[in-house]
């Protein structure tokens, strides 16, 4: 009964989180050990197992209430780790296909080219500075600047967005000039290759925490 009872807890508080299964696992873990800690010292008191499982969760309050005293934490921690992520990624990203445009571009540069170049340019110069304001607001930026989770979640959905757009565009027009690229010089192939796999990965990465976000972002915008 007892041990049901500080399941069902969890459940709900699990329930009520944004963000990463990790990031709800570790907070679920942490108000589990405190349960636990609690039930211990009503037994210690003499209480029955029952009643001492029924006082803890009690002590605790409603898990929906908890819940939502962990979003914006929980929201701070995702959307810093997101913008981080798209600032590391995004220099190597760009290397990997300017070198590959550099060695198998074709003269003079088709149209197409020049058309996903300027698409993902906008896209960079969109993404980069809400990347950069996400995570400052989110690091020690917050101690100076005093930012809503929610304004930093939408600008890393912005920039998350933003990667998605430029990946989507370079994949197209790879895929368009595919016969040039890889059948230019081996180096060029590998270069042309990596980059795939690179846009690929963000993409995916990208994509995900994209949805994550929407989520928190909703969650912070009911409280």
Request: aromatic share 4%.
């Amino acid at each position: 009964m007892g041990d049901k009872l500080i399941h069902d807890y969890l459940s709900a508080l699990a329930a009520g989180l944004p963000g990463s299964a990790r990031a709800r696992a570790a907070i679920v873990t942490e108000i589990g050990d405190g349960l636990a800690d609690a039930v211990t010292d009503h037994l210690d008191h003499g209480h029955s197992p029952d009643a001492a499982h029924r006082m803890a969760v009690e002590e605790f309050g409603d898990p929906v209430v908890l819940a939502a005293q962990f979003t914006p934490v929980v929201a701070a921690t995702q959307i810093h780790r997101c913008g981080l992520a798209l600032l590391r990624t995004g220099p190597l990203v760009g290397v990997l296909w300017l070198t590959t445009v550099m060695l198998a571009g074709p003269r003079p540069v088709p149209a197409m080219v020049v058309l996903a170049g300027i698409v993902v340019a906008l896209a960079v110069l969109t993404a980069v500075p809400c990347a950069v304001f996400a995570v400052a607001v989110t690091g020690r930026g917050s101690r100076r600047w005093t930012v809503h989770p929610r304004s930093a979640a939408v600008a890393v959905v912005v920039a998350a967005s933003g990667a998605v757009l430029g990946d989507l565009v370079l994949l197209s027009a790879l895929a368009t000039l595919a016969p040039t690229v890889f059948a230019a010089h081996t180096v060029t192939a590998v270069v042309a290759g990596f980059a795939v796999v690179a846009s690929l990965i963000r993409l995916i990465l990208a994509a995900r925490n994209a949805g994550q976000l929407l989520h928190i972002r909703t969650a912070l915008t009911s409280r």
